[in-house]
Each structure stands twice: as structure tokens, then as C-alpha cells.
């Protein structure tokens, strides 16, 4: 089964809003409200920040909110923050009973 | 807290075997499903397996069924994998994740590398 496709990057100034896609299909995405998000900085464990398509634990900022339209879910960011700079990945469990990522996004703060 | 420590990682030779293990704290541990994932080097997040609290189901990618096994001691709040006929391409750094929920992962460990080599 192939990744979940998201753009491999995008970048915004501090303070601006930037938007990560997540396209999928009918099988994974499309038929669950199962996605997740992580966010992955270099020699760190990966750290969840969005789960069922747009549940925020606790302790993430409410900066960070997720979403879902037919096959396609997105992260979004505002305020952006140098901190904010990472690599984030999406997730979703598919009807095979599987799990399936994203190839995942680096998120450039200009 | 919840801590999951991942060891066994290590060089091994393609077509050669590793045991990998993932120490848990912090909770109770036969209550959740238990994953790992992996990540090659300067690729993306890469799904490997899951496994049930008490270990009657499991579940695994294609690119490692045949090869790898999970499992899980829950009296030693572990977590395993046993890799067989390794490849190149299982080359990576693996994570365990404890699963909550709907398949969301939270926390992870650190990772340990494996890396198969001649």
C-alpha cells in the first residue's frame, strides 16, 4: 500500500498560518476518522499532536488544529513559531487493519 | 511518567537475525496495544506492527510479514521484535509506541538503530 501523500515541504514566517495536507483514499482516510499527527524534530522521539482528525492532547498548543474533507485531512499551524520547525507526519488506520503515513512534510519557518 | 526505552538495536548482516526490545513504565501495560515503527535514513515514518495487550492479535506491513514477529512478556512489561532474513532496506532507526484509541501513538520511544550491512 503506498504513503499517504503530503507535500514534502512548506514554510511561513513567525506569526503566519501554513496548512499540510494529507491525501489518502476511500480505504484509509476517506473511511475512518481514525488520522493522527506527529511532530518529529532531529534526535527527538516523535511527539503526537493531533488525533481522530482533530483531538489536541494535552499539553499541545492550541496553535495546532486538524481537519478532514472526503480523502484529504490537514494540519494547520497559526502563529508560527521558530519552534514550530519540524518534520510532521499523518497517519491513518485503514480498512486492512492496517497503518499507513504520510511521507511526511518539513516545515521551513522562515 | 510513561517511558518506553527501546535496546537491542545494532550492525547485523543481510540475511542475519536481531531481537529488538522495548522496556515500558509508567502504566499499566497489558492494558494497551503496543506498536513499532520504523524510519530509513532520510525517508519517512514506516508502519511495522501491532500487537494486542495480551498478544492473541497481531498485525504487520507487507514489506516485513514473513520476517519479522512481534510479541510481548506482560508479566516484564516488554515489548519485542524478532527480525529474520534481514534486508538492506530494513536499515532504520525503530520505534515502539504505546497505541491509544483509535491507532494514535503516544509516547514513543527514543528508537534504537539497526543497520544491515555486509
Known amino acids: 500500500q503506498s504513503a499517504l501523500t503530503q507535500p514534502a515541504s512548506v514554510s511561513g514566517s513567525p506569526g503566519q498560518s501554513i496548512t499540510i495536507s494529507c491525501t489518502g483514499t476511500s480505504s484509509d482516510v476517506g473511511h475512518y476518522n481514525y488520522v493522527s499527527w506527529y511532530q518529529l524534530h532531529p534526535g527527538k522521539a516523535p511527539k503526537l499532536m493531533i488525533y481522530d482528525v482533530s483531538n489536541r492532547p494535552s499539553g499541545v498548543s492550541n496553535r495546532f488544529s486538524g481537519s478532514k474533507s472526503g480523502n484529504t485531512a490537514s494540519l494547520s499551524i497559526s502563529g508560527l513559531q521558530a519552534e514550530d520547525e519540524a518534520d510532521y507526519y499523518c497517519t491513518a488506520y485503514t480498512t486492512s487493519s492496517t497503518v499507513i503515513f504520510g511521507g511526511g512534510t518539513k516545515l521551513t519557518v522562515l | 511518567q510513561v517511558q518506553l526505552v527501546e535496546s537491542g538495536g545494532g550492525l547485523v548482516k543481510p540475511g542475519g537475525s536481531l531481537r529488538l526490545s522495548c522496556a515500558a513504565s509508567?502504566?499499566?501495560?497489558?492494558?494497551?496495544?503496543m506498536t513499532w515503527i520504523r524510519q530509513a535514513p532520510g525517508k519517512g515514518l514506516e508502519w511495522v506492527s501491532y500487537?494486542?495487550?495480551?498478544?492473541?492479535?497481531?498485525n504487520y506491513a507487507d514489506s516485513v510479514k514473513g520476517r519479522f514477529t512481534i510479541s510481548r512478556d506482560n508479566a516484564k512489561t516488554s515489548l519485542y521484535l524478532q527480525m529474520n532474513s534481514l534486508r538492506a532496506e530494513d536499515t532504520a532507526v525503530y520505534y515502539c509506541?504505546?497505541?491509544?484509541?483509535?491507532?494514535?501513538?503516544?509516547?514513543w520511544g527514543q528508537g534504537t538503530l539497526v543497520t544491515v550491512s555486509s
Open positions: 500487537i494486542s495487550g495480551r498478544g492473541l492479535y497481531t
Open positions: 509506541a504505546r497505541v491509544r484509541g483509535n491507532y494514535w501513538f503516544d509516547p
Open positions: 509508567g502504566f499499566t501495560f497489558s492494558d494497551y496495544y
